[in-house]
């Protein structure tokens, strides 16, 4: 790989999780078998100068198939929404460095990457823009993105690991704002449960590797699912995603069953969540 394709890259803060995602995201798509076939992201990790290593710790195999699994279940979401709207949008909010456009892309969609401005200049000097794909650097909290949608041929807006990093308000506003906007889209996103929200906000979220996360200080539970509906009138149907089997005793078996037993329904760590929009 020539020299001048890599690049030193310096985030900190919510900005900085990006990296935790992309190592380990890199990490599982290097496996034999692996659970996310992404050698984009492969390609990408290698071309950053950053102290992966360092700041994260190496990455732990559970957390990196699990972020990958996570992954899949948003790649899922949006090939089943392109299966239905070939020429339609994909809103990414927050996207990082994430690489699904090359997972997903049918060769037709219109894909709007919308993210903070420094982020978005670290994005879009290592993945440049392309004919169907463009970053605006904008917080998703700046409603005007939604003025940049063609609403022609269908919206899926997505926040993969974002919205547990705003307000409480913020996040209900920026439901409200898609639900108000786009008429028969849908935004897929995952939230963290309130137990995991709260530890991070009194700095007690470490990894077993020594990082630790920045506060999240919005949370959801699976039994308060039903309660996104009430942040529009339009929001017509939610759903929980339910990320696919992985390898392994935990993602292959353990993983699963936390689904299936109340006991432990509000305890999961993450889930993915669709709501659907009259
Ligand atoms: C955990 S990373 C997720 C990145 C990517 N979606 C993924 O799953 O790998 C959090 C991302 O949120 C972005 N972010 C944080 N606040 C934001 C905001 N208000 N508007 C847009 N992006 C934001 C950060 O720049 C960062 O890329």
């Not at 700041?55 to 732990?60: I, Y």
């Not at 917080?139 to 609403?151: F, G, K, M, N, P």
């Amino acid at each position: 790989m020539a020299a001048d394709d890599t690049r030193t890259v310096r985030l900190g803060g919510v900005p900085g999780t990006l990296l935790w995602n992309l190592h380990h995201r890199a990490y599982e798509a290097r496996q034999s078998h692996t659970v996310l076939d992404d050698p984009k992201a492969v390609e990408l990790a290698g071309r950053i100068d950053y102290p992966f290593e360092e700041t994260f710790g190496p990455p732990n195999p559970l957390l990196a198939q699990g972020q990958a699994l996570r992954a899949r279940t948003f790649d899922d979401a949006v090939r089943d929404f392109l299966a239905r709207h070939p020429d339609g949008t994909v809103v990414a909010l927050a996207e990082g460095l994430e690489t699904q456009f090359w997972r997903v892309d049918n060769g037709r969609v219109r894909w709007l990457c919308v993210e903070l401005p420094e982020t978005a200049e670290v994005r879009t000097a290592l993945l440049p823009d392309g004919e169907r794909r463009r970053t605006l650097a904008r917080s998703a909290l700046d409603l005007s993105w939604r003025d940049e949608v063609d609403t022609d041929r269908g919206v899926l807006v997505t926040a993969q690991g974002l919205l547990m990093y705003l307000r409480p308000p913020g996040v209900r506003e920026l439901i409200a704002a898609c639900a108000e906007r786009f008429p028969g889209g849908a935004l897929v996103f995952d939230a963290v449960p309130r137990w995991f929200s709260a530890r991070t906000l009194h700095g007690r979220m470490r990894t077993a590797q020594g990082y630790r996360p920045p506060p999240m200080p919005w949370g959801l539970d699976a039994g308060d699912l039903p309660r996104v509906r009430t942040a529009h009138p339009a929001v017509a149907d939610v759903r929980e995603l339910r990320p696919p089997r992985g390898r392994g005793l935990y993602h292959g078996a353990l993983a699963p069953l936390q689904y299936r037993l109340p006991a432990v329904r509000n305890l999961r760590p993450t889930m993915t969540v669709l709501a659907r929009f009259a």
